[in-house]
């Protein structure tokens, strides 16, 4: 009897569970950590010649730009970090304001104007190339950037794990929720990739959208979605806590294999060979693969972790 009243006494040991670890000690804190170094370097660099800077740093947000809960949401960071895609266009308009601007306060300026994409149209659009206080604007960019990115891996390092790692709080009241979040994550990642990073220049047969490409003027529309896909790839096995070749591995592999058709056509980094007829068929066949990674998943490692397809911000109202 008194066995059993010290059974029912004792505290309970909640351990948080291990796939959760993993995709936060594997995945998300390191990949938040090196871009909060990538955008360190843009803001070290102090000088218009920055574009290798700004190329890791673009790479290093592209890889976690799934992962917009959280820290990343806080405050708009995400927003202020990336605003893409900007369907009104506000970008030149917003760093036109700025340009103009003595002593532009980059932190209350509007998110268009902001962050690695507005950079890009600085660093790369000959629109921009003889403007009047570009190094500047450019220089006090690569900063704001940076304090964004330090401030989400701080929020991360030393207050949103735990929220992950110790469910039972507001946030998340058990680890199945943690797994949900973490799996929205991995499935919205593929679908931003096949709606908007194909999706978005691929347009219609009869009506291509090539300047709806992202990041076109740096051409890095193509690498983009590789450097998403073998993120995703990472997020997806750190889930299943499966071996990298499994079935989850080969769906992904046929993505890449796909990719690297459209990578072997000419001019095809900034996707404007959607254009050309037999060229688009193989952009598509790279959309079609990714798309089939995501129903697979919605077959097998949805279930698997005990989740349901929950609200996709792309689905709309």
């Known amino acids: 009897m008194k066995l059993a009243i010290a059974l029912i006494l004792a505290p309970v040991v909640v351990t948080a569970d291990s796939r959760v670890d993993a995709v936060l000690d594997d995945h998300i804190l390191p990949r938040f950590a090196a871009l909060s170094a990538a955008t360190g370097a843009l803001a070290a660099a102090q000088t218009c010649d920055m574009a290798e800077e700004w190329n890791t740093a673009a790479a290093a947000w592209i890889a976690v730009s799934h992962l917009r809960f959280g820290p990343s949401e806080a405050e708009n960071r995400a927003f202020a970090l990336a605003f893409w895609p900007d ?39 000959p629109a921009f190339a003889g403007a009047n206080g570009r190094c500047d604007l450019v220089a006090a960019l690569a900063s704001d950037a940076h304090t964004t990115a330090q401030a989400i891996e701080d929020d991360w390092q030393n207050r949103y794990a735990e929220l992950m790692r110790d469910t039972g709080n507001d946030t998340y009241r058990d680890d199945t929720e943690a797994l949900q979040e973490l799996y929205k994550s991995l499935t919205t990642g593929l679908d931003f990739t096949t709606s908007m990073r ?120």
Not at 101 to 114: C, H, K, L, T, W
Not at 270 to 277: I, N
């Open 87 to 125: 369907p009104r266009g506000s970008t030149p308009k917003a760093l036109a304001d700025l340009l103009a601007d003595d002593a532009p306060v980059i932190a209350d300026a509007s998110v268009a104007g902001r962050g690695i994409y507005a950079m890009e149209f600085l660093l790369f659009d």
């Open 198 to 317: 194909l999706g978005r220049p691929l347009g219609t047969f009869d009506r291509p959208r090539p300047l709806r490409a992202e990041m076109r003027r740096s051409a890095q529309s193509l690498d983009n979605i590789a450097v998403s896909l073998e993120s995703l790839d990472e997020l997806a096995h750190l889930l299943s806590g499966r071996d990298p070749d499994d079935a989850i591995g080969k769906e992904f592999d046929a993505a890449l294999t796909a990719w690297d058709g459209v990578a072997s056509l000419e001019e095809s980094s900034d996707l404007s060979v959607v254009t050309v007829p037999a060229s688009r068929f193989k952009v598509e066949t790279l959309q079609q693969r990714i798309a089939e990674i995501r129903v697979f998943l919605s077959e097998k490692l949805g279930p698997e972790l005990g989740v349901i397809e929950g609200f996709n911000s792309l689905d709309g109202d």
